[in-house]
T-cell receptor, first 118, second 113 residues
Framework: AQKVTQAQTEISVVEKEDVTLDCVYE???????LFWYKQPPSGELVFLIR??????QNEISGRYSWNFQKSTSSFNFTITASQVVDSAVYFC???????????????FGQGTILTVHP | DAGITQSPRYKITETGRQVTLMCHQT?????MFWYRQDLGHGLRLIYY???????DKGEVPDGYVVSRSKTENFPLTLESATRSQTSVYFC????????????FGPGTRLTVT
């Protein structure tokens, strides 16, 4: 069985603060993929990043950075100098290649609601 | 580049009626998916398709029917809508291959009265 846990249901910060969104996953597969998606108030789901299980390099993209640690089964997402436009629901997701379907299985966490106040 | 579109964006229907939600993608992605998003349940997979004429059930397929006669289209039909099917429905697509992420449409908000 696989599982994604985003323990932080809601986070509220003031603009320019740094914020980290936690994601912990469980899987017995040795090959898997991790994703982060953003769902702004407009409702669409926007892909942010993909990371495979063999690549533990951290990644930085502008104000966004991701920390992947296999030892703790975590794939945390940090927003530096947050802005009001960062307000959204953020989902972490895990894809494994087992699961009984040709696509494997994609499991989403429950999401973290981030509110950035001006 | 339109990407992936869904129609209608909003729909109100009555219990027992048949309703079809449309999904169209312009990327020629092999895989397409339908999810529903509900408070407390997150995103749940309804059906997916690996290619034209190949579809398979996801986590919550009961009450839904899909077809995929063309690579770019993946309609979802609620045969006899129930109130429990009130939800936001997302279509997604992905390239073939294990590494690729899914790209989502804008969603359809369906209300069954």
């Amino acid at each position: 069985a696989q599982k994604v846990t985003q323990a932080q249901t809601e986070i509220s910060v003031v603009e320019k603060e740094d914020v980290t969104l936690d994601c912990v996953y469980e899987t017995r597969d040795t090959t898997y993929y991790l994703f982060w998606y953003k769902q702004p108030p407009s409702g669409e789901l926007v892909f942010l990043i993909r990371r495979n299980s063999f690549d533990e390099q951290n990644e930085i993209s502008g104000r966004y950075s991701w920390n992947f640690q296999k030892s703790t089964s975590s794939f945390n997402f940090t927003i530096t100098a947050s802005q009001v436009v960062d307000s959204a629901v953020y989902f972490c997701a895990l894809r494994t290649l087992s699961g009984g379907t040709s696509y494997g299985k994609l499991t989403f966490g429950q999401g973290t609601i981030l509110t950035v106040h001006p | 580049d339109a990407g992936i579109t869904q129609s209608p964006r909003y729909k109100i229907t009555e219990t027992g009626r048949q309703v079809t939600l449309m999904c169209h993608q312009t990327w020629s992605h092999s895989y397409m998916f339908w999810y529903r998003q509900d408070l407390g349940h997150g995103l749940r997979l309804i059906y997916y398709s690996a290619a034209a004429d190949i579809t398979d059930k996801g986590e919550v397929p009961d009450g839904y029917v899909v077809s995929r006669s063309k690579t770019e289209n993946f309609p979802l039909t609620l045969e006899s809508a129930t109130r429990s099917q009130t939800s936001v429905y997302f279509c997604a697509s992905s390239k073939s291959g294990s590494v690729y992420e899914q790209y989502f449409g804008p969603g359809t908000r369906l209300t069954v009265t």
